[in-house]
C-alpha cells in the first residue's frame, strides 16, 4: 500500500461514518505577553516586531491591544478599539503607571516594560511567578473552570479572539506614513464572560469567529494579575 494511500484510507473511513474532525489542541502558557500598540505611533514597529518574536515561543500567549489614542494624529488604527484602550488604561494604577503609553507590554498582569525592549522583556518573563490559578478546559463548546481558591474578591473571566498569522498593513498617514507595518496575534474582540469566585464553573462558548482563536484569561479585577489562562 502506497503511503498516499494510508494516508487517504482513514480520512474517507471518518468521513464515511460522520465522525468529527480531532479537536484542536489546547495550550495553557507559562505566561501572558500583553502589547499595548498603535499603527500611528512611530515607536511602535520596533515592539511588534519584538512580539512576532516572542508568538514563537509555545509557552507563551502573546496579545496585540491596538489602542486609539494616537488616531488623532491622522490615521486610524485598523484594528483599534475603545475596549481595548480602556484595558489599558485600567492597568495603570495597578502598575504604578502616571498613563498610558505606547509601545507598553505586560507580563502576566504583574509587571510592565517598554516594548521595544526585547531583552528586558525576556527578563520579565523569566521572572515571572507561574500561573497558579483555576484549571481551565476548552470542550464541545463549554469553557471549564475548576475549583480552587480564588482572591477574595474573585476574578474575571475574559474572552480574548484574536488572529494567530502575521499580517502586513499599509499605513497612509501619521508618523508611520508610507510604512507597512507588520502585526501578529492581533486582538479582534474582547468580551467578560463572567465572574470566578472559587467553585467549578461550566460556561457556554461560541465558536470562534473565521480565522480567529479563542484565548481565555481569568484575572483579578482591576487589572489585577492573571491568574490562568488557555487557548485553543
Known sequence: MSSRLAVLLPLALTASLGLAAPARAQSSPVAVVELFTSQGCSSCPPANANLITLSQRSDLLVLSFAVTYWDRLGWKDTFGKPEFTERQVIYEPALEQFGPYTPQMVVNGRATVVGNRLAEIDALI???????????????GQLGIGAGSAPPAGADVWRVSYDPHTVAVPVGK????????AHTHVVHELEKLGHWTGAALQMPLAPSPEGLRTAILVQQPQGGPVLAAITD
Open 126 to 140: 523569566a521572572a515571572a511567578p507561574p500561573l497558579a490559578g483555576p484549571s481551565l478546559s476548552l470542550e464541545a
Open 174 to 181: 501619521g508618523e508611520n506614513s508610507g510604512r507597512t507595518l
